[in-house]
């Protein structure tokens, strides 16, 4: 069983090997190495958000799958999905593609398809419409 770092959480579910309850909304990482539940990974290892552990290394997988399976380390040294570039991310089925669908766009800076306001159809950013839903102008 697991017991979390900060001592608020007195006894951790037993034959489970993950942290599944958040302390005040910080989600909470099952090092193997402690038997601990951990806020941040201990160094050398990564938080990966899937398996909700500490890991040696994130896991990887042949991005030609045209799958949001490509995992990286970010600054934090947590294991973040992403496509491989020129893809973005399209989180309703899981896939990379080339354009993201309407109501969605394509965001440059992240690589993920992102809704578009309530009140457009399709939109180029979330700032300008290309088209609005009836009643609604340009």
Same mark, same amino acid.
Not at 12 to 37: E, F, H, M, R
Not at 54 to 75: E, F, K, L, M, W
Not at 116 to 126: D, E, I, K, N, Y
């Given at each position: ?35 601990? /539940? !951990?806020?941040? =990974?201990?160094?050398?290892?990564? @938080?990966?958000?899937?398996?909700? +552990? *500490? #890991?040696?290394? &994130? %896991? ?18 947590? /294991? !973040?999905?992403? =496509?491989?570039?020129?893809?973005? @991310?399209?989180?309703?089925?899981? +896939? *990379? #593609?080339?354009? &993201? %669908? ?37």
């Amino acid at each position: 069983f697991f017991q979390a770092e900060d001592g608020i959480r007195d006894h951790c579910v037993t034959g489970v090997q993950t942290c599944a309850l958040p302390i005040l909304s910080q989600l909470l990482y099952a090092d193997n190495s402690t038997k601990q /539940c !951990v806020s941040n =990974c201990p160094v050398f290892s990564y @938080a990966d958000k899937v398996s909700v +552990s *500490c #890991v040696g290394t &994130c %896991p990887t997988a042949d991005p030609s799958q045209n799958q949001i399976q490509t995992y990286a380390a970010d600054y934090n040294n947590v /294991c !973040v999905e992403e =496509c491989a570039l020129p893809y973005f @991310a399209y989180l309703p089925t899981k +896939s *990379c #593609v080339a354009l &993201c %669908p309407n109501p969605y766009f394509n965001n440059l800076v992240d690589h993920k398809c992102r809704l578009c306001p309530s009140v457009c159809l399709a939109c180029v950013t979330f700032e300008v419409c290309s088209r609005c839903i009836p009643t609604y102008y340009l």
